[in-house]
Nanobody, 115 residues
Framework: QVQVVESGGGLVQPGGSLRLSCAASGSIFNIYAMGWYRQAPGKQRELVAA???????SYADTVKGRFTISRDNAKNTMYLQMNSLKPEDTAVYYCNVLTAVTNYWGQGTQVTVSS
């Protein structure tokens, strides 16, 4: 059984920082890429950042220069360092793990940016 678990969300003031973690465990093989998505109330889920097993990264324009994605392949763990947070970054953040045959989702972690 595969488990994908996010952690690190919370309440932060504008301009602050948070670091999200995503750990994938269980019978999960040949991970091609991992990504962070977010969904704000009333909006569609959107891709925030992604990283391949080779280390190539991509970011949504809205977070470039503020967010950094990284991963530890040996631990099947991914991170998202979020700096200079804005109220519009408020959302539930989801981890996605893409393998050769399917993809897995975590349960999400809430990030709220508010003064």
């Amino acid at each position: 059984q595969v488990q994908v678990v996010e952690s690190g969300g919370g309440l932060v003031q504008p301009g602050g920082s948070l670091r999200l973690s995503c750990a994938a465990s269980g019978s999960i093989f040949n991970i091609y890429a991992m990504g962070w998505y977010r969904q704000a109330p009333g909006k569609q889920r959107e891709l925030v950042a992604a990283i391949t097993s080779g280390g190539s990264t991509s970011y949504a324009d809205t977070v470039k220069g503020r967010f950094t994605i990284s991963r530890d392949n040996a631990k099947n763990t991914m991170y998202l360092q979020m700096n200079s947070l804005k109220p519009e970054d408020t959302a539930v953040y989801y981890c996605n793990v893409l393998t050769a045959v399917t993809n897995y989702w975590g349960q999400g972690t809430q990030v709220t940016v508010s003064s």
